[in-house]
């Protein structure tokens, strides 16, 4: 086996621990905003429809946790296939075209994925300039004064995902590589 190949299988197997790693911390960290968000949306619909005084604060948290969800489960989501496809014509075409359509779609799909970084990162910084308008963190329960927390904390969830969605990019082009263009056969 040559230098190039046992080189490309040292980063491959570091690249697959590492985004097992953390893509299992943000699957957990994903369950527990989903669960907050249902009950964050629970406590408006009992304050809106029971007690007929709906609260200002409970739709922009959902909205951050759902945010945040979707940056973090979206990874994996992608690396197990979950994401909407279509592949009739992959199935009908030869094995080597195949082969080579999915490999040029998922350098495509990094291409894209680098640029959604670009524009993740201006979001942020422009998130730096506004507050939310009624998430306040509660500093007057010290004796301070509740401060509104800034939106680039919510986008953040955008350059996060992102980020791993380009990490699990690379694995699948790597997986793909030494699938179909060595003697060595990876579990999917």
Do not use: C
Not at 63 to 72: A, I, K, V
Not at 105 to 134: Q, R
Request: no cysteine; glycine share 6%.
């Amino acid at each position: 086996m040559n230098l190039t190949i046992k080189t490309l299988i040292y980063f491959f197997n570091f690249l697959e621990k590492m985004n097992t790693f953390f893509l299992r911390i943000g699957r957990q960290f994903a369950w527990i905003a989903i669960f907050l968000m249902v009950v964050v949306i629970m406590i408006q619909v009992f304050f809106r429809y029971v007690l007929n005084n709906a609260l200002p604060w409970p739709d922009e948290v959902a909205r951050f946790l759902m945010l945040w969800m979707t940056g973090l489960i979206a990874p994996s989501a992608y690396r197990w296939g979950g994401f909407v496809s279509i592949d009739i014509l992959e199935r009908f075409l030869p094995k080597i075209i195949s082969t080579l359509l999915t490999l040029f779609l998922l350098i495509v799909s990094l291409f894209v994925l680098i640029i959604g970084i670009e524009l993740g990162l201006k979001h942020i910084n422009a998130g730096w300039i506004f507050n939310s308008a009624s998430i306040k963190i509660p500093f007057n329960l010290i004796g301070g004064k509740a401060e509104p927390i800034k939106l680039a904390w919510m986008y953040m969830s955008l350059p996060v995902g992102i980020v791993f969605l380009i990490s699990v990019n690379i694995e699948l082009i790597l997986r793909n590589i030494l699938t179909n263009f060595t003697k060595l056969n990876f579990p999917e």
